[in-house]
């Protein structure tokens, strides 16, 4: 997965928490509420990309193993 990939899955994950406090509107009482649910969705959407990452890792060393000839 490149950078611009991760960015995105990131980018997405704050998206998600973004939309959910666009009802409860923007105020000093709930940004520190903003801000805890916007670092665990980077921390979790970070969580995630690294395991796909790793994942995709695997299975190009799988398949470049299963090209090489015995």
Known sequence: MAQL????????H???VLVSFSG???SYSNMGEL????TEAVLEGDRKWQ?????E??????????DVPL
Do not use: H, P, T
């Open 5 to 12: 990939d991760r960015d995105i899955y990131l980018r997405n």
């Open 57 to 66: 890792q695997f299975r190009d060393m799988v398949d470049a193993d299963e």
């Open 24 to 26: 409860k509107g923007l």
């Open 35 to 38: 801000a805890d649910s916007i």
């Open 14 to 16: 704050v998206m998600g």
């Open 51 to 55: 395991e796909e990452n790793l994942c």
